[in-house]
């Protein structure tokens, strides 16, 4: 029998490397799939490309707690119910010191990235079934700090709580609530924070994050998408409450 045989999923941020290439994953383990995404043009690409009828999509900034409503209403509705949500959508911001970052980017950044898991925990938990599991997509900047970056790695931290306090209120119907922790990943995100770091030599760039990394590169997003797996489908039933970190040993040093 596959994973997630007749479950259904919500995936947040789905025109992301993380989120498309979990919906793969989740496609071919049986799932029922909500994608959601702000980005309308790149959900409808997906839709084409993965062309399964499991498979639906609603626009949404998932920082409006009526899009968020809208889209877990949407789910139900075609789908019946609601027994995953991968609450992955974020964003990166800018990279500038904390003395010269722009308090719009920073509220934009805190409204998307910590408001917007909020809501979906908000909205999502009272239409999940017994036994369902969410994942947080945090970073290693929710676990380390990173000059910079302060508006992300905040955002991050954050979401480890809003994680545990959903992991406590969640248990009674079984609901497990997990945060994962990825290093940099190989994708859109990590290209620009590179370019904000130095616009002359991401190469270079690229180059010092991975000497910070034990097992010497980025990961890819089938690793990370690999992980989500695992915690959507029930191999994973005891664990929740926890900060799964997937980082080639980044927060080992």
């Given at each position: 029998m596959k994973q997630l045989e007749e479950k259904v999923v919500i995936v947040t941020?789905?025109?992301?490397?993380?989120?498309?290439?979990?919906?793969?994953?989740?496609?071919?383990?049986?799932a029922k799939i909500m994608l959601v995404d702000i980005d309308?043009?790149?959900?409808?690409?997906?839709?084409?490309?993965?062309?399964?009828?499991?498979?639906?999509?609603?626009?949404?900034?998932?920082?409006?707690?009526?899009?968020?409503?809208?889209?877990?209403?949407?789910?139900?509705r075609i789908f019946g119910q609601i027994d995953v949500f991968f609450n992955n959508a974020g964003i990166e911001g800018v990279v500038k010191p904390i003395v010269d970052y722009p308090e719009e980017?920073?509220?934009?950044?805190i409204s998307v990235n910590v408001k917007g898991i909020w809501l979906g925990n908000k909205y999502v938990l009272p239409n999940m079934n017994e036994g369902g599991s969410i994942i947080i997509t945090s970073s290693v900047a929710g676990l380390?700090?990173?000059?910079?970056?302060?508006?992300?790695?905040?955002?991050?931290?954050?979401?480890?709580?809003?994680?545990?306090?959903?992991?406590?209120?969640?248990?009674?119907?079984?609901?497990?609530?997990?945060?994962?922790?990825?290093?940099?990943?190989?994708?859109?995100?990590?290209r620009s924070i590179e370019e904000g770091y130095s616009s002359n030599d991401e190469d270079d760039i690229k180059s010092l994050f991975e000497k910070a990394i034990p097992l010497k590169r980025y990961a890819e997003?089938?690793?990370?998408?690999?992980?989500?797996?695992?915690?959507?489908?029930?191999?994973?039933?005891?664990?929740?409450?926890?900060?799964?970190?997937?980082d080639g040993g980044m927060c080992a040093i």
């Open positions: 941020g789905a025109a992301g490397s993380i989120g498309k290439t979990a919906v793969k994953l989740f496609l071919e383990e049986g309308e043009a790149q959900l409808i690409e997906i839709v084409n490309e993965y062309s399964n009828k499991n498979l639906r999509y609603c626009v949404a900034d998932v920082s409006k707690a009526k899009d968020v409503e809208f889209y877990v209403n949407e789910t139900v980017v920073f509220d934009e950044v380390i700090g990173f000059a910079n970056l302060s508006a992300y790695v905040t955002s991050k931290h954050a979401l480890v709580g809003i994680m545990r306090s959903t992991a406590i209120e969640a248990a009674p119907l079984k609901i497990r609530v997990n945060t994962v922790h990825p290093s940099p990943v190989n994708n859109r995100m990590m997003p089938i690793e990370i998408a690999k992980l989500v797996l695992f915690l959507a489908s029930d191999s994973s039933q005891y664990i929740t409450g926890t900060t799964l970190v997937i």
